[in-house]
């Protein structure tokens, strides 16, 4: 079963995505802070990282980079969940080694498919 975990500090949104993913049938694992994120990755080796850019502790793009710089979750893709659409913004979160940059609000039909097609990508689906 392929694993997301997903890192969002507003806890309504976090459960929505969760139960979303869980839905169609991802195992998924939650951190409500970019430290939490990097800490659980580095344990449970996700497949898929879904990250907020605005987080408490450490930002997204904080914990992206520092993400890829340990050998052990380089690989692990990243994608950046922001209501932060400016151009800047978006550079910002692939300069830190992020796979893609989603906008919210998204419906939670467009999230699964836009999962499944970064999962097809990296030949995790």
Do not use: W
């Not at 195992?27 to 430290?35: D, M, P, R, Y």
């Not at 969940?81 to 419906?107: D, R, T, V």
């Amino acid at each position: 079963m392929v694993k997301i975990l997903v890192a969002e500090d507003e806890r309504d949104i976090r459960e929505l995505i969760a139960f979303t993913l869980r839905f169609a049938g991802f195992e998924v694992e939650l951190a409500s802070n970019g430290a939490d994120a990097l800490e659980k990755a580095s344990t449970s080796i996700p497949d898929l990282i879904l990250m907020d850019v605005r987080m408490p502790r450490m930002t997204g793009y904080q914990a992206c980079e520092a993400l890829k710089e340990n050998p052990a979750t380089h690989d692990i893709p990243v994608v950046f969940l922001s209501a932060k659409g400016q151009e800047s913004e978006i550079q910002e979160g692939l300069e830190a080694g992020a796979k893609e940059y989603i906008l919210k609000p998204f419906a939670p039909d467009e999230l699964t498919t836009q999962v499944h097609r970064i999962l097809r990508e990296i030949g995790k689906a």
